[in-house]
């Protein structure tokens, strides 16, 4: 495959995080310089060319991530630029969202991708990265997926969007706790992933996850997914609530990143087979990304080794927060 460089490269987002992601640049030391703003969309310069192989840095805030080729004044000429592109995936600004268009398949590990983001009438965009295990499959990291009308909450969507962008897999029978469960939208997801649920929150859970039910968690049954309820604040869940087997810590708690972060450490202590933790981070300001390095350190006293931050498409002032063990 020929080389191909350029100055510039753009990031994809959400509308309205425009300002904290070119905060994040700065932060991250990158030494790129804006050069190019819609909302959704932003460009950099960097001091020496990009390559379609430089080091792609991990932008909680940019959904895709993307060598700039330039702008066309039709989708045409914008696919034309995309000569090295194996596959080309496109997005939109569509309904004051950055929006992704379904396509067919998924790219492969190291598989040039094209990207054509159509941000007006006769204004679209050609970037080009490579596919890898670190980046969303989906086109703009959208990927598209509609909340059942039954979930009684958005942390359904949230949950299901965290898995395909992060690429997790749950095991039946494996045991989760969530922090935060009430109404139980992440609960029924998980449910319906033959994963049983430990849930903690003092308010009252939707009926559809109540089916679930079961009321003492020291006889939980082996051959079904269950639901225990432990109706009560965090700080005073037990290790006896919790019971043994537990391999997740998730939370989609209505508190300050500090708080969450101790809950998890505490609850990590109660049950050390946890293995992985997704957190949703609910930020008064997306301004507080530059509290990451906190958060990861934070993580890693605990003892988890891989840690990455994702905004989501479906997220506002949220982030999503995963770490695993190994």
């Known amino acids: 495959m020929q080389s191909i460089e350029s100055e510039f490269v753009f990031a994809l987002c959400n509308p309205g995080s425009e300002k904290a992601l070119k905060l994040e640049v700065e932060t991250t030391s990158l030494g790129w310089r804006l050069s190019y703003q819609r909302r959704g969309f932003v460009t950099f310069k960097g001091d020496a060319p990009f390559t379609l192989d430089s080091p792609t840095p991990e932008l909680a805030l940019a959904r895709r991530y993307c060598l700039s080729l330039g702008k066309s004044t039709t989708r045409e000429e914008a696919e034309a630029r995309l000569t090295m592109a194996s596959r080309i995936q496109h997005a939109r600004f569509f309904e004051r969202k950055l929006q992704g268009i379904p396509s067919s398949g998924s790219p492969t590990l190291g598989e040039a991708v094209g990207t054509v983001v159509e941000l007006g009438p006769h204004e679209f965009w050609s970037g080009l990265h490579r596919h890898s295990h670190r980046l969303s499959p989906d086109p703009a990291g959208d990927s598209g997926i509609t909340m059942p009308e039954e979930s009684p909450s958005r942390a359904w969507l949230k949950l ?66 269950w639901f225990f309820h432990s109706r009560k604040p965090a700080a005073l869940a037990s290790k006896r609530d919790l019971g043994h087997g537990v391999g997740w810590f998730m939370s989609d708690m209505n508190q300050s990143p500090d708080v969450v972060l101790k809950e998890c450490a505490r609850f990590c202590r109660m049950c050390p087979d946890i293995r992985g933790v997704l957190i949703t981070l609910k930020l008064t300001d997306l301004t507080q990304i530059t509290e990451k390095a906190k958060w990861f350190a934070a993580l890693a006293a605990i003892g988890f080794t891989d840690i990455r931050l994702q905004q989501l498409a479906v997220h506002h002032k949220e982030l999503a927060l995963l770490a695993t063990r190994d």
Not at 174 to 203: Q, T
Not at 205 to 224: C, F, G, H, S, Y
């Open 160 to 225: 299901e969007e965290a898995a395909r962008f992060f690429g997790l897999e749950f095991k039946p029978g494996e045991i989760v706790v969530e922090v935060g469960c009430a109404p139980g939208g992440v609960v029924l997801a998980l449910l319906r992933r033959g994963v049983s649920v430990v849930g903690v929150d003092p308010a009252r859970m939707a009926d559809i996850v109540l089916k679930a039910a079961i009321e003492n968690r020291q006889q939980a049954p082996t051959d079904r997914p």
